[in-house]
């Protein structure tokens, strides 16, 4: 969830509630600038703002069942306030379109990812007594010029969007239909943010994309920069300034983007790169254009390359036909790369995507979510056996601010994006860099001590 506040003209009030992946929460930033132009300001408090807008997320059947029970929390503080506008936006307003203004009374604006320029005249047109819709999606937006408002934030960190939509045909996914197709920003205006963020006390970016590694930018002079290309260029803004980016693809992550993140200390150690499935048959059939061996030869070059890269990863479980072996070969590319981290899943099928047309969603719900639980487990042990493995040694962390525990320890992450908490000793403060050496772990924090 994401809300903050900021003074302005005429004092509307906004309040934003975002769901979904990192660039969600990003495309509220720009939502939040644009509306902040137009003499608004953002509340932390629906039950007080003028306009709440839900940014939103349909990538699981589960995700946009929360959106709509929270819907209806909004619709009962409307009651109370006629006057209140109630707005859908992001991936859930693109995938249901129109029909939301059927099934859900009460929302007044429904606006799809790449519309948000024309959420000032949506809510004119409600205020003038209609209902308004705007889901177009475009090949050209990126929002390069629009510069985000930093909602909820440690003043230390930042997402910086670097492309946007998606032009893979994974079969389980809808992200393709409700973000449009992949389009990169003008790395000019990428490098501007990152210098501003830098100059503004920011001390880390994470330059965020479907698929990252497919980023291409033709510039006025002829110049082709590719993803390697615009990570050198941002972490050349200072070497102070640490660089994360997500969300990379095994298709196309390539030695030169590995070479670069190797060259560049303040590029950090850490990639996340979906696997989805261990099994070469299952992911031909999620379309995901590469198979076990492929994706193997990917994580060789990772360790290769960057010896003490951390690597995170997607899994899905009980995927259409989905076999007891090959769930058993996911298992077993876990224990091959062992995960820092991972998200994981039960399949849900999505409305329109090519699985949901091709194939039979044929694992009984109870086998996907045993199955998950499996994966659960053994990531478990994986993450606190790399954690354990970071107990002695001195990590060079960005303080982020302070543990949820206690004022008086200071939590940041590492090179690996490992969690690192550690007593507030000496005069650091908020946004330093200091050296924290591992003394201990739980399941998933390393606990420490500042040794410079
Ligand atoms: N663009 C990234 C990629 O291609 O790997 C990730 C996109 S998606 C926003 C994040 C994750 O949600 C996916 O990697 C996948 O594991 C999961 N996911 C997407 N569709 C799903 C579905 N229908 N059921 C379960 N999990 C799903």
């Avoid at 205020?127 to 909602?151: C, F, H, K, M």
């Avoid at 993140?261 to 590469?290: D, E, F, W």
């Amino acid at each position: 969830m994401l809300e903050n506040q900021r003074k302005s003209k005429d004092g509307r009030k906004l309040y934003i509630e975002s769901y979904g992946c990192q660039m969600n929460f990003s495309d509220s930033e720009i939502v939040a600038s644009i509306l902040l132009d137009q003499g608004f300001q953002t509340t932390p408090d629906y039950k007080e703002a003028d306009v709440i807008f839900v940014n939103t997320c349909s990538i699981r059947e589960n995700a946009e069942q929360r959106v709509r029970n929270r819907l209806k929390e909004f619709g009962a503080a409307k009651l109370r306030n006629p006057g209140m506008i109630i707005g859908v936006l992001g991936c859930m307003a693109e995938r249901v379109k129109a029909k939301f203004l059927e099934e859900e009374k009460l929302v007044d604006i429904v606006v799809g990812p790449d519309a948000y320029r024309d959420l000032p005249n949506l809510i004119r047109q409600v205020d003038d007594g209609q209902r308004a819709i705007n889901v177009i999606l475009s090949r050209e937006e990126t929002y390069a010029d629009i510069s985000p408002v930093r909602l909820n934030s440690n003043g230390v960190t930042a997402f910086i969007s670097i492309m946007r939509g998606c032009d893979n045909m994974c079969s389980f996914c809808v992200v393709r239909f409700t973000r449009g197709r992949e389009r990169s920003r003008d790395p000019e205006s990428i490098v501007r943010e990152a210098e501003d963020l830098f100059r503004n006390g920011y001390r880390e970016v994470t330059l965020l994309g479907q698929n990252v590694d497919s980023y291409k930018f033709k510039d006025s002079s002829g110049r082709v920069v590719n993803f390697a290309n615009l990570l050198a260029l941002v972490a050349e803004v200072n070497p102070e300034l640490r660089v994360r980016f997500s969300t990379s693809h095994p298709k196309d992550i390539t030695d030169e983007v590995l070479h670069t993140i190797a060259a560049h200390s303040n590029v950090c150690n850490y990639i996340h790169l979906p696997v989805q499935s261990g099994s070469s048959r299952v992911l031909k059939l999620m379309n995901r254009t590469y198979d076990r061996d492929w994706y193997i030869n990917r994580v060789d070059a990772i360790r290769r390359i960057i010896p003490d890269c951390g690597i995170s990863t997607d899994i899905i479980t009980g995927f259409c036909s989905e076999t007891e072996e090959e769930h058993q070969e996911t298992l077993s590319i876990m224990d091959y790369v062992q995960y820092v981290y991972a998200y994981m899943f039960a399949y849900s099928e999505r409305p329109g995507t090519l699985a949901a047309k091709r194939y039979d969603d044929d694992v009984p719900e109870d086998v996907k979510k045993r199955r998950l639980q499996e994966v659960v487990d053994k990531q478990r042990a994986h993450s606190a056996l790399r954690l354990q493995h970071q107990v002695g040694k001195v990590h060079k962390v960005l303080i982020e601010g302070f543990s949820k525990r206690s004022d008086k320890d200071f939590s940041g992450r590492n090179d690996q994006n490992s969690m690192v908490v550690f007593p507030v000793t000496g005069n650091f403060k908020v946004g330093d860099y200091v050296n924290v050496i591992g003394e201990s772990c739980t399941s998933a924090t390393l606990i420490g001590r500042i040794v410079s």
